[in-house]
């Protein structure tokens, strides 16, 4: 007689993401996260977190980190989180967070953290100087995403092996505690033509918020005149646009550009290709910053709607903290059952 096999748990589908509060939000938040977020919330419940635990693992001045957890918090909305719908909070108000997270640095194993690609660049040569915090600043990302069993994750493609590390512990949590199924394997969602955005001014480099030049960026927060003064100055070749994708192999800049106009407006590059082939950038980068700035404009002019109120915003995280930590209460629960804790 063969046993019949065990049927596959299932979890309620769930979406949880969030963002560092360090600087102003970019281009490469918005086209590789922040957009599918407003998305999903039409398909499932989501839970969208502004990760001030994460950020404090380098240094961030109090009153900054105060100041820029609010403008995560205004942006999110500015762009479209439904804070009724979704939940909408920052994470040090959860303390479910960082007690996952001490049991996850037990679950990890060194040689797992050792091969993050992200700390080795943000540590560079600094290694021994680094935060631990830095190091197993992963560990806090799963315990994010399996605080609450979520398993849907949109993020950009640099968090692709983070979230990976976040499926080799729960894999890892649910085989040790003999709990077969407690931990869902979340599915990172990485789509669309942004999900690795350039900076501007070397197509072989991320987009970033630590980028020292203001132009390798554009930011949430950039007037129209900025976001025109950027995409002018924004580096290409001197080859006319192609008319297929294979023609921009070996131009960078190119395909950045061309990913960047896809993603504002909503299409695929090839789309994009098919009305622009031929054309020069000075064209093409004209058409280029009225997309930009029809986008992004009435984003940063919500944002500052919303930051001339602080205290309706802070209000707001915390009524979406009580419902973040009213879902992850039960999870919690069972996990300090499972780990053997007693109370
Ligand atoms: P963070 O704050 O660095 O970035 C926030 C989101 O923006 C995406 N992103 C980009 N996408 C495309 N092109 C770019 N140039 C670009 N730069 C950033 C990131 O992939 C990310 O989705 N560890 C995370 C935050 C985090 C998290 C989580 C995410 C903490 N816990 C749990 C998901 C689930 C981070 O540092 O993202």
Same mark, same amino acid.
């Given at each position: 007689?063969t046993d019949a ?11 949880f993401?969030g963002?560092?509060?360090t ?10 996260a922040?957009k599918?977020w407003i ?14 635990m994460?950020?404090i693992t380098v240094?961030?001045?109090?009153v900054e980190l105060?100041?820029?957890?609010r403008?995560?918090?205004a ?7 439904d804070?009724?719908?979704s939940?909408l909070f920052?994470?040090?108000?959860v ?8 049991i996850f ?12 690609t +992200?700390?080795k660049e943000k540590?560079g040569?600094n ?13 806090l ?5 399996l605080?609450?069993?979520a398993?849907?994750v949109?993020?950009g493609?640099?968090q692709k ?10 894999q890892?949590?649910?085989v ?6 407690f931990f869902?394997?979340p599915?990172?969602v990485?789509t669309g ?5 350039m ?8 987009m970033?918020?630590s980028d ?7 930011n949430?927060?950039?007037? $129209?005149?900025?976001?025109? +003064?950027?995409i002018?100055k924004a580096?290409?070749?001197p ?5 297929d994708a294979?023609g921009?192999?070996g131009?960078?800049?190119?395909e950045? #550009?061309?990913n ?8 695929t ?6 009305e622009? $082939?031929g054309?020069q950038f000075s064209t093409?980068?004209?058409?280029? $910053? ?9 984003i ?15 209000a707001?995280l915390?009524r ?5 930590a009213?879902r992850a209460r ?7 059952? #499972?780990v053997g804790?007693v109370?």
């Open positions: 007689m096999p065990t049927p596959e748990p299932t979890y309620e589908k769930l979406v993401s963002m560092q509060p600087n102003t939000l970019h281009l490469g938040n918005y086209l590789g922040l599918n998305r999903l919330q039409e398909q499932m419940p989501c839970i969208y977190c502004v990760v001030d994460h950020a240094w961030q001045d109090p105060r100041r820029a957890t403008e995560v918090a942006a999110y909305m500015a762009a479209g989180v804070p009724k719908r939940i920052n994470q040090s108000q303390f479910a967070h960082a007690e996952l997270a001490w640095n037990c679950v990890a194993r060194l040689g797992w953290l050792n091969r993050m +992200q700390f540590a040569k290694r021994e100087n680094s935060s631990v915090g830095l190091y197993v600043y992963p560990n990302m799963a315990a994010d995403i605080a609450y069993k398993t849907h949109p993020v493609e640099d092996q983070h979230l990976e590390l976040a499926r080799d512990i729960a890892k949590f649910n040790d505690f003999g709990a077969p199924g869902p394997q599915e990172p990485i033509p942004g999900t690795r955005v900076s501007l001014r070397d197509g072989s480099r991320k970033s918020k020292e030049s203001e132009y390798s960026r554009i949430l927060t950039d007037d $129209a005149d900025t976001i025109l +003064q950027k002018r580096r290409t070749d080859e006319p646009l192609p008319s294979k921009l192999e131009r960078p800049e190119a950045n #550009l061309l960047i106009y896809a993603g504002l407006a909503d299409t590059a090839e789309q994009v290709l098919s622009y $082939a054309a093409f980068k004209n058409a280029l $910053a009225d997309l930009a700035v029809a986008k992004l404009t009435p940063a002019g919500e944002m500052q709607r919303l930051l001339a109120h602080p205290d309706e915003i802070d707001l915390k979406g903290a009580e419902r973040a009213e039960p999870i919690m629960a069972d996990v300090r059952r #499972l804790f109370g």
